[in-house]
């Protein structure tokens, strides 16, 4: 399985852009970036995905280098509300089924 | 469309005891999963299904068990429970490479 590289921790200004950062050098052609959020204990919450061209909802943005080694999710107006922890995961159809989730970064969006 | 239901939300057991926790989804969905999550720290993956009659391990197996014969219902059973047990504990489904989604989670207390 794929692992992924995220920062324990982040602070970011509320009304700043949050840029989350995540490396998962090791990824295949045919996987996914995933990434999903937990706010206070909540059930995961999925936010958005991508192969490798860059992905843009209704809460977030995604950014994916050329190699694919590295993805950018980015919340372009971070609220207080947004204060979660994130989960950056690489999942395709090679994988046996298994979704493993790594310690993901703490953002703290601060007044 | 309920989603992902777990049941109960709260339990305390004495050690020794054993208890099973419910997930259904009605989805349709083909991939379950079950987590662990401590205190301050990540989600673990116990088990998880490909389908109905399929299950295999996760990251941490050990003091559970399960079983997926429909679709719909994937319970986890913990026989002789003990206070490592004590955890917060999520189900999830999705459909083969698609997002997952997640339960409001169970709140196990072993004393």
């Known amino acids: 399985d794929a692992k992924t590289t995220q920062p324990t921790s982040m602070d970011c200004a509320e009304g700043r852009a949050a840029n989350l950062p995540c490396n998962h050098s090791t990824i295949s052609g045919n996987e996914y970036v995933y990434w999903y959020r937990q706010i206070h204990s909540q059930g995961p919450q999925y936010i958005i995905h991508?192969?490798?061209n860059n992905e843009t909802n209704e809460m977030a943005s995604l950014i994916i280098t050329e190699d694919r080694k590295s993805s950018t999710l980015i919340l372009p107006h971070a609220t207080l509300r947004d204060t979660a922890v994130y989960y950056c995961i690489v999942f395709g159809s090679s994988n046996t089924g298994k979704l493993i989730f790594g310690q993901g970064t703490t953002l703290q969006v601060k007044p | 469309n309920a989603g992902v239901t777990q049941t109960p939300k709260f339990r305390i057991l004495k050690i020794g005891q054993s208890m099973t926790l419910q997930c259904t989804q009605d989805?349709?969905?083909?991939?379950m999963y079950w987590y662990r999550q401590d205190p301050g720290m990540g989600l673990k993956l116990i088990y998880y299904?490909?389908?109905?009659?399929?299950?295999d391990k996760g990251e941490v197996p050990n003091g559970y068990n399960v079983s997926r014969s429909t679709t719909e219902d994937f319970p986890l059973r913990l026989e002789l429970a003990a206070p490592s047990q004590t955890s917060v504990y999520f189900c999830?489904?999705?459909?083969?490479?698609?997002?997952?989604?997640f339960g409001q989670g169970t709140r196990l207390t072993v004393v």
């Open positions: 999830a489904s999705r459909l083969d490479s698609t997002e997952a989604f």
């Open positions: 989805m349709n969905h083909n991939y």
């Open positions: 299904s490909v389908g109905a009659g399929i299950t």
């Open positions: 991508g192969l490798k």
